[in-house]
Nanobody, 124 residues
Framework: DVQLQASGGGLVQPGGSLGLSCAAS????????IGWFRQAPGKEREWVSC???????DLADSVKGRFTISRDDNKNTAYLQMNSLKPEDTAIYFC??????????????????WGQGTQVTVSS
């Protein structure tokens, strides 16, 4: 079974940092693109970042310069390092996987695999 588990969330003050991890199993991780999405209460799901199988990355404008996405195919894990966090970054963060791993990942349609998210709360 395909499994994705995001972890590393928590409560942090504005300006602080958190590092999220996405542990994957049940598929050829190195063949897949990985995306990070978030959903805040009362808001629509929002794309945050993605990395494809060739390590090409992209970030939403709202997080550019603050967030970094990476992956370690040997560990079947993707990461999202979040710095200079703002209250508007508060959301549940999800990692998702797409089999068109070599594609330009911001253009990928619905990611077919996702798992439980991790809560990130930015508040003083």
């Amino acid at each position: 079974d395909v499994q994705l588990q995001a972890s590393g969330g928590g409560l942090v003050q504005p300006g602080g940092s958190l590092g999220l991890s996405c542990a994957a199993s049940g598929f050829r991780f190195d063949y897949y693109a990985i995306g990070w999405f978030r959903q805040a209460p009362g808001k629509e799901r929002e794309w945050v970042s993605c990395i494809n199988s060739a390590d090409s990355t992209d970030l939403a404008d709202s997080v550019k310069g603050r967030f970094t996405i990476s992956r370690d195919d040997n560990k079947n894990t993707a990461y999202l390092q979040m710095n200079s966090l703002k209250p508007e970054d508060t959301a549940i963060y999800f990692c998702e996987a797409h089999p068109q791993g070599g594609a330009y990942c911001p253009a990928l349609p619905d990611y077919p695999y996702w798992g439980q998210g991790t809560q990130v709360t930015v508040s003083s």
